[in-house]
DNA sequence: TTGTAAGCGTTATCAC
DNA sequence: GTGATAACGCTTACAA
């Protein structure tokens, strides 16, 4: 591999100012310039990154740390950030830290041993004052651990909320909620926002928690058998609404005459499986660039334009909700 | 950041001593040794892997090229792959070429100027002497593009041999095949080790290609219609059988009475929906786990013990194919 | 057993 | 405009 050296001898200059054409820096006489940009494309050479990461204490690493990496939802968001993160010129390490403290740990030192120049923060972490002693630039998505650091998230207030007024307005009496761990600040928001409506209209609601990796379908399906008389069920995934449903197939339930159900993320899936899920959407488009534009930003030493930023969500009608006139 | 420099001034040795012990070679007193640990301790020091890097020439970074991530079975590839990774010592550089000419040019640059250290390959590309050029390790996972690179693949052929037989065995008389796109090997192995059973036995088969992602719903219903009669359905993937099975009920066919069906891949899903699948299982943990054995070989300078590797797929039994007794 | 110093491929400061 | 050169944090001959 060429280095700098090579394309300095080549062109008959110095090391300097090939360095100087390089990050286009400096006066540079225009023919000197050519020269070096002939040499550069004869050696076929690519500046050293790491050389270039050690000198400025930067690597153009953005790290992402995942909870895991086989949720549909986190899948589609993954997609974006990595999108978004070549596109603003960073390269994007992975990490999954899958709920292990150790590989938590590994990663971490990693983050200070490689310069990493900022963390995308999805996985729920019990240590964010060790991500904080690290002192590099830190977005939180669908997270609020602390003051401290800038988060990205739905507005799962707004989702309970909208998910409740469509179930009332289309005649639910009784209602179950399959939330998340009610640990989750999003799961408690969704809630919120739900009750919010529920509670003014006097409507009777059941609320379980369910995990969101791998939702038991038994429990599910025991819940929903509780209450023959349920006439609407929100689901806190749209995974956990495709469990639901089936339950209420086997338990001979028209959907949406009987029982509607309503899931959130929108997945891909909500939109392939009969019938069509009526759902709360998610944007991971407008989440992920969000993160990396906020991202760049804090990198760039600039002032944030909202601290903890809040993204829309929408009301996707489909085939599990009845249409109201 | 503390540096290794200042480690040695805290226990009044030269940063060679404790480099020396950082890496545990060549001789060093065990009471000097203890005490550039205790330094090393006290001030929380991590080598700065990019110095580290640039003298070895190895940034102890592996890249994993993906089609794109918001698949499940490439989803499901990726955790093991992260894990062996993180588990190998390495780090996991994620890029996603979509099939975008001009996102693997960058990405192609990008490993260049890291060190990478090797590259998983499981992207489909038409650039494969471009990655060659690199002189960096190759694995292939689900594809053979050059003889030069060591592939781990599945037993597609097996994959292909094993749903005929059942099918057959269970009766079916018309077949319809639908597969991924014809222009990849494994899809093309799977049709033939399919084909073998079929042809010796004389079943009526009709073939269709699909794409692996968003297969059209649309496509597949009216295959399926223009074959009324047809008694057992193969798919490419659990996706494209959780779509065929939708239109089946459509058209009021049962499962597996009139049509059975089988998948492949063995995604999480197809043990969720009702019916449950039967499906050709890819064990991605066995992928993964060659993958990175074999990587770490690579980088290491040893000899494979299989240049172009198989991993064994199974028959997985459910609800969509009749049991033979 | 330990220290000195050169070198990895860059960038940036300073002369010229 | 351009070229030496120190520095980034580390490893490794080589010397002591």
């Known amino acids: ?36 940009l002939q040499a550069i494309e004869e050696l076929n050479y690519v500046p050293n990154e790491l050389a270039r990461s050690l000198f400025q204490k930067k690597s153009h ?20 950030i990595e999108d978004e993160t070549i596109n603003s010129n ?7 830290s899958k709920d292990d403290p150790e590989k938590e740990s590994k990663y971490l030192k990693i983050f ?16 964010i004052n060790d ?7 830190i ?13 990205i998230t739905s507005n799962n207030f707004l989702g309970g909320k909208l998910a409740a007024e469509k179930l009332v307005n289309s005649g639910c009496k009784k209602i179950i909620h399959f939330r ?38 038994l429990d599910i399906e025991s819940k929903i058998n509780a209450h ?14 495709i469990l639901a449903i089936q339950s209420l197939k086997r338990a001979n339930k028209k959907i949406p005459e009987d029982v509607q159900v309503i899931g959130f993320d929108n997945i891909q899936l909500s939109n392939m499986l009969e019938p069509k899920i009526t759902t709360i959407e998610q944007s991971t488009e407008a989440i992920g660039k969000a993160a990396l534009k906020s991202m760049m930003k804090l990198i760039n030493g600039e002032e944030l334009d909202y601290f903890h930023q809040t993204i829309d969500v929408k009301l996707i009608e489909r085939d599990t909700t009845k249409k109201v006139f």
């Not at 041993?113 to 996985?123: E, P």
């Not at 991500?131 to 630039?137: D, E, G, K, Q, W």
């Not at 023959?228 to 609404?241: H, K, L, W």
């Open 1 to 36: 591999m060429a280095t700098i050296k090579d394309v300095a001898k080549k062109a008959h200059v110095s090391v300097a100012t090939v360095s100087r054409v390089i990050n286009q820096k400096g006066y540079v006489n225009e023919e000197t310039k050519q020269l070096v």
């Open 228 to 241: 023959p008389d349920v006439d609407g069920i929100f689901c806190d995934s749209d995974i956990i609404a």
């Open 61 to 80: 690493i953005v790290a992402v740390m995942m909870p895991h990496l086989t949720s549909y939802y986190f899948s589609d968001l993954l997609e974006v």
């Open 112 to 127: 200070d041993q490689y310069n990493v120049d900022g963390i995308i923060l999805i996985s729920n972490t019990h240590r």
């Open 180 to 217: 998340g761990p009610s640990g989750l600040v999003t799961v408690q928001d969704r809630t919120s926002g739900f009750q919010s409506v529920l509670k003014a209209k006097g409507v009777e609601t059941h609320t379980y928690d369910l995990a969101f990796i791998s939702p038991d379908p």
């Open 139 to 151: 977005i939180e998505i669908d997270h609020n651990l602390s003051d401290e650091v800038p988060s």
């Open 131 to 137: 991500y904080l002693a690290l002192s590099i630039p």
């Open 90 to 96: 960073y390269r994007l390490m992975i990490c999954n």
